[in-house]
């Protein structure tokens, strides 16, 4: 149960929303973001996020980048992509997972 919520931030374009929530009095910080289409500019903003990331925070929203080709669909190119090696550098540094590719090991298993 929520027992308590904190807006921490939120840009006034609408992609990075950041919350704190206390649950069972532990505080977890949530941050919701859009990535741009832009390349650049997801890059900007995934090198700004580590300031927001303690140890409970949880990302989710749209990345808008292709972080490996098994993630290819009939829209998506895997390309070059600058911002994808920013993500997998911040994940890095943050200790942070991919649901999804966690979610596909346990089927091979």
Same mark, same amino acid.
């Given at each position: #149960?929520?027992?308590? =919520? !904190?807006?921490?931030? !939120?840009?006034?374009?609408?992609?990075?929303?950041?919350? $704190? #929530?206390?649950?069972?009095?532990?505080?977890?910080?949530?941050?919701?973001?859009?990535? =741009?289409?832009?390349? !650049?500019?997801?890059?900007?903003? &995934?090198? %700004? +996020?580590?300031?927001?990331?303690?140890?409970?925070?949880?990302?989710?929203? $749209?990345?808008?980048?292709? +972080? =490996? %080709?098994?993630?290819?669909?009939?829209?998506?190119?895997?390309?070059? $992509?600058? =911002?994808? &090696?920013? +993500?997998?550098?911040?994940?890095?540094?943050?200790? +942070?997972? $991919?649901?999804?590719?966690?979610?596909?090991?346990?089927?091979?298993?």
């Amino acid at each position: #149960m929520i027992e308590n =919520s !904190k807006l921490i931030y !939120k840009d006034n374009e609408g992609r990075i929303l950041i919350i $704190d #929530m206390i649950v069972n009095n532990s505080t977890f910080r949530i941050i919701n973001i859009y990535a =741009s289409n832009c390349e !650049k500019e997801r890059k900007e903003m &995934f090198n %700004k +996020l580590g300031r927001w990331i303690n140890n409970r925070t949880i990302i989710i929203g $749209d990345f808008n980048t292709v +972080l =490996s %080709k098994a993630d290819i669909s009939v829209n998506n190119v895997y390309k070059n $992509d600058m =911002s994808r &090696f920013t +993500l997998y550098e911040l994940m890095h540094n943050y200790n +942070l997972l $991919d649901i999804w590719r966690i979610e596909n090991k346990f089927k091979r298993e």
